[in-house]
């Protein structure tokens, strides 16, 4: 395929980095679908996110009262809270199990094994017996589940980066890749439709029956995503590094030699994720607990502002495309820290239209800036041998503190009207370490898909490795 970037928007290589056996973009031999790369990674997504999202907002509204004792319900909203948060510890582990084998096997393979993981996962949880049913078995099958959950999500948002970023024409990389992302909103839209009317059921119905139906629906998402996989060609990039036998026996141990400033730089920008994860969860248990508004409507809130964003992440991913990656994610970040202040404050007014209006320009408008744009610039860090490894290895790892931001929101909020202020300041430090981690990151998006990770391919220019 021809590129569409015009050749003084990019940057020249740099010898010896340039890759030795893998040739110029037009001189692939395999077929480029960008389309049906960014419908798959989209399905997959929205099926990950949907899954996280109904649990998220199950664990913020029911489960601590079905899956934990009721003799102490602070334990228990804090053991919910913690059962959210336990799957991105998993999220590591399925990101560098699953990398291995990506990197070795293809992306195609792994991203269907991770699809099938989740769909299970999530229709187990909508079969579990409660605490009064079986006890202390109950938290932990659910605990199990989610662990399932979080392996899955672990490798699907780095596989589905990986083979986008690789299906894409140059020049373009970033919009077609927003696409993983925006599946995260059209599946937090999804969920959140769903339980609305599930949650304005009759408590005796809600807590028996009701709240496992949404679990129970990810599997018509699940069936869909899967067949278009099935329909989906390898990424040629990858296929070029096998046919030139550069694929590696254990792709962990070359990341490690050769871009390990990279992982640091990923996981360290990952972890911006806690916006998302204290804003949907913790933020939506503040709104319904401590400021008392109703849940239909702050769960009303977080869909319009989610859901809106399904046209900025694209959007901005676009104009990344055209301005570079690191302008728009400096830009985001600085608009979230903000925002951050001003959607806990307004939640603390109790003032619907003022709480609707900041979370717009929070979610819909910044964090978009940031959330279209990480899939694809984190992908962009490494070399194609070992770009799903290293995306996994320092995405998955960072994103554990985002896991774990609506437990520690809970745990430091303060008493009173503006007991929120430590939960914002939290957040803006989490920010903070985000952004310093983009400033020190290379700029990729003028850079060619095969001279992307350059210290990989200069390293082993200089030693000689083959």
């Not at 996981?267 to 709104?287: D, K, N």
Request: glycine fraction near 10%; hydrophobic fraction near 50%.
């Amino acid at each position: 395929m021809t590129s569409t970037t015009k050749p003084e928007r990019l940057d020249p290589p740099q010898s010896p980095a340039v890759p030795p056996a893998v040739p110029a973009d037009g001189a692939l031999k395999h077929r480029k679908t960008p389309g049906k790369a960014a419908l798959a990674s989209f399905l997959g997504s929205t099926l990950e996110y949907y899954d996280f999202f109904i649990f998220g907002t199950a664990a913020a509204l029911v489960f601590n009262r079905l899956f934990f004792s009721p003799e102490n319900p602070t334990a228990a909203a804090v053991g919910s809270m913690a059962a959210f948060g336990v799957a991105y510890v998993a999220r590591p582990l399925g990101g560098l199990v699953m990398g291995h084998f990506g990197d070795r096997l293809g992306r195609k393979k792994i991203l269907l094994i991770t699809l099938g993981i989740m769909g299970l996962a999530s229709l187990g949880i909508g079969f579990l017996p409660t605490y009064e049913q079986i006890g202390v078995w109950a938290p932990i099958l659910l605990v199990a589940l989610r662990l399932a959950q979080g392996f899955s999500a672990g490798a699907e948002s780095a596989g589905a980066s990986s083979l986008t970023v690789e299906h894409s024409p140059e020049g373009r990389r970033g919009f077609f890749t927003s696409f993983v992302m925006t599946g995260y909103a059209a599946g937090m839209v999804l969920a959140t439709v769903v339980f609305i009317p599930i949650y304005r059921l009759e408590q005796d119905a809600l807590m028996s029956w009701g709240w496992r139906i949404p679990f129970w629906l990810s599997i018509v998402v699940l069936a869909i995503a899967y067949w278009v996989r099935t329909h989906l060609d390898e990424t040629p990039v990858f296929e070029e590094v096998k046919e030139h036998d550069e694929l590696h026996e254990l792709p962990l141990k070359d990341v490690l030699r050769y871009q390990p400033l990279d992982v640091l730089r990923v996981l360290a920008m990952s972890i911006f994720s806690v916006v998302q994860t204290v804003f949907t969860v913790f933020g939506l248990a503040y709104a319904t607990g401590t400021a008392g508004i109703d849940s239909t409507t702050i769960l009303t809130v977080n869909a319009v502002s989610i859901g809106l964003s399904m046209v900025t992440l694209p959007l901005a991913a676009r104009i990344s495309d055209r301005v570079g990656r690191k302008p728009v994610l400096l830009t985001a970040a600085t608009g979230c820290a903000v925002g951050v202040f001003a959607y806990f404050w307004a939640l603390s007014t109790g003032n619907v239209v003022l709480i609707a209006l900041v979370a717009f320009v929070l979610m819909t408008c910044f964090y978009s800036g940031f959330n279209g744009i990480w899939p694809v610039y984190f992908a962009e860090q490494f070399a194609t041998p070992i770009r799903y490894t290293g995306m996994a290895a320092g995405n998955q790892l960072g994103l554990v503190v985002a896991g774990f931001g609506p437990m520690i929101a809970g745990m430091i909020i303060g008493d009173g009207i503006n007991g929120w202020i430590p939960v914002a300041l939290f957040t803006v430090g989490c920010i903070v370490v985000a952004g310093v981690a983009v400033i020190s990151a290379r700029e990729t998006a003028f850079t060619r898909i095969e001279e992307l990770g350059e210290p990989y391919w200069r390293k082993r220019a200089l030693t000689g490795t083959k």
